[in-house]
């Protein structure tokens, strides 16, 4: 089973700045991963996949990279609202397993 | 543009069933994999399972004794039952849509419901 752990859990930050959240895989993934936001009181919403692209309407301060062990997601400049908890996703081995998240706060 | 449209039961009893259905508007079943995913309150993202329009499925073993998805092509929607809940099966309930793939490993969710929250209390 893979263990994908999230840090920093938390990330104190203000609008216009740069967020970088890190998720690392307990063994190699290839490519296989996705992140999704989730703002309160909302199901969660597919940001990248395939570690780097872009889902279907996502702005381009968005950007996922990384493959292997270590991805990073980076919001180039934080708009309000970015301010949410952002999970990782794998699915490179059973079960498809997400990260515990990391939540962006002002 | 695809909705998810899920409701069911939010309040159980232990050792009762828990069922959720979740129609698709917009779209067909046909072609694509259909998830179910939980979050206990306060926590993370519980992958549950998944099933295609053909009734072809995967569990989360951790679950996978207790678990049925289920198809129902007549009515564009699809179910979830699981049994013998505890309270560790209190949490808030999302149905999703996976992406199209050949590709197990990329067919990530890019569709969800709006949560369905589930208690499980005496």
Sequence with gaps: ETVLTQSPATLSLSPGERATLSCRASQSISNYLAWYQQRPGQAPKLLIYDASKRATGIPARFTGSGSGTDFTLTISSLEPEDFAVYYCQQRSSWPPAFGQGTKVEI | ?122
Excluded: M
């Design chain 2, 1 to 122: 543009q695809v909705l998810l449209q899920q409701w069911g039961a939010g309040l159980l009893k232990p050792s009762e069933t828990l069922s959720l259905t979740c129609a698709v508007n917009g779209g067909s079943l046909s072609g694509y994999y259909w998830g179910w995913i939980r979050q206990p309150p306060g926590g993370g993202l519980e992958w549950i399972g998944e099933i295609n329009h053909s009734g072809g499925t995967n569990y989360n073993s951790s679950l996978k004794s207790r678990v049925t998805i289920s198809p129902d092509k007549s009515h564009n929607q699809f179910s979830l039952n699981l049994t013998s809940v505890t309270a560790a099966d209190t949490a808030l309930y999302f149905c999703a849509r996976a992406k199209q793939s050949t590709t197990w490993s990329r067919r990530w969710f890019d569709a969800w419901g709006q949560g369905t929250p589930v208690t499980v209390s005496s």
